[in-house]
Antibody, heavy 115, light 109 residues
Framework: QVQLQESGPGLVKPSETLSLTCTVS????????WSWIRQPPGKGLEWIGY???????NYNPSLKSRVTISVDTSKNQFSLKLSSVTAADTAVYYC?????????WGQGTLVTVSS | SYVLTQPPSVSVAPGQTARITCGGN??????VHWYQQKPGQAPVLVVY???DRPSGIPERFSGSNSGNTATLTISRVEAGDEADYYC????????????FGGGTKLTVL
């Protein structure tokens, strides 16, 4: 069965760019939508955006100016870049399969924004 | 943007029925999905499209959706059901396409 694994730096400095990758195993990245969702410590879930395997994207309007999601079908991976980060971007970041429903989730990775 | 409102907490005794609500303007016209999140773990989809269950989710979990309220019902509650529960919709009428409720902490007494 399909599994997702997030990877990337756990610590990012303010004003820099957060970069994470989600590796899909046990299935193909093709023919599905793939999402990024985050959860600040002790708070609820926030949708960041999604990408179709073909490359079309849609982002949360509140983050749109800072977010880029991309896909690499040859590596069965998709990625998240969030620029100009602040402490408010500190969160557990999850990748998930799906667009209107997230049926499979990665385990999540904590990213802390601090100097 | 579309707003989903959940009660912060619900408490229930073991063996009883828990009902967690999710309020939204005319939410009955949308498909509602529910996630269970236990401490330190990723969310798990427990109900999708208002009332369907993914494979492996017990029949004790059920959902309904009408008017301005969707409800997740957990029958014969067990200690292992203690978790945070989030409702979520796909709002194709706005830019904020994926919307989550604020979450409800289910406590099993």
């Amino acid at each position: 069965q399909v599994q997702l694994q997030e990877s990337g730096p756990g610590l990012v400095k303010p004003s820099e760019t957060l970069s994470l990758t989600c590796t899909v195993s046990g299935g193909s990245i093709s023919s599905y939508y793939w999402s990024w969702i985050r959860q600040p410590p002790g708070k609820g879930l926030e949708w960041i955006g999604y990408i179709y395997y073909s490359g079309s994207t849609n982002y949360n309007p509140s983050l749109k100016s800072r977010v880029t999601i991309s896909v690499d079908t040859s590596k069965n991976q998709f990625s998240l870049k969030l620029s100009s980060v602040t402490a408010a971007d500190t969160a557990v970041y999850y990748c998930a399969r799906g667009r209107d429903t997230a049926g499979v989730w990665g385990q999540g990775t904590l990213v802390t924004v601090s100097s | 943007s579309y707003v989903l409102t959940q009660p912060p907490s619900v408490s229930v005794a073991p063996g009883q029925t828990a009902r967690i609500t999710c309020g939204g303007n005319n939410i009955g016209s949308k498909s509602v999905h529910w996630y269970q999140q236990k401490p330190g773990q990723a969310p798990v989809l427990v109900v999708y499209d208002d009332s369907d269950r993914p494979s492996g989710i017990p029949e004790r979990f059920s959902g309904s959706n009408s008017g301005n309220t969707a409800t997740l019902t957990i029958s014969r509650v067990e200690a292992g059901d203690e978790a945070d529960y989030y409702c979520q919709v796909w709002d194709s009428s706005s830019d904020h396409l994926v919307v989550f409720g604020g979450g409800t902490k289910l406590t099993v007494l």
